[in-house]
């Protein structure tokens, strides 16, 4: 138990872990070795972008070292950065079309590296 405060008042007790053993909604069994899903082929580069970094859907802007991931997923190319080493993936803001030839992919992926990767500036 952790103690938040002191004491208790104005008609508030301490809370308790609840025992029940099957949980909320009562889980049957283990979810076991699930794999999450992944896109279809995907590129990934260390870069360095310049004054402004780049632009996230989900957190703004986001600068220093980062890999940039340009993936094929159903029909489209998204480009993604990360905080190098880190776990997040944010979508880069207007990084999503459709491509017509997947083996475009590794083009795609070179021209986003020579647009965003600016480590002088």
Same mark, same amino acid.
């Given at each position: 138990m952790v103690h938040v405060r002191q004491g208790l008042g104005n008609r508030e007790e301490l809370l308790e872990a609840d025992r029940h053993r099957e949980g909320e909604g009562g889980a049957r069994r283990h979810a076991g070795d699930l794999l999450m899903a992944s896109p279809e082929k995907s590129l990934t580069t260390d870069i360095v972008p310049g004054p402004g970094g780049v632009m996230t859907d989900e957190v703004g802007v986001v600068t220093g070292d980062l890999t940039l991931r340009t993936e094929l997923s159903g029909g489209d190319v998204v480009l993604r950065v990360q905080y190098k080493d880190a776990e997040e993936w944010y979508a880069v803001?207007?990084?999503? &079309? !459709? $491509? #017509?030839? !997947?083996?475009?992919?590794? #083009? %795609?992926? &070179?021209?986003? %590296?020579? $647009? $965003?990767?600016? !480590?002088e500036g």
């Open positions: 803001t207007g990084g999503k &079309a !459709p $491509l #017509a030839e !997947p083996s475009a992919l590794d #083009a %795609v992926h &070179a021209i986003a %590296v020579g $647009l $965003l990767n600016r !480590p």
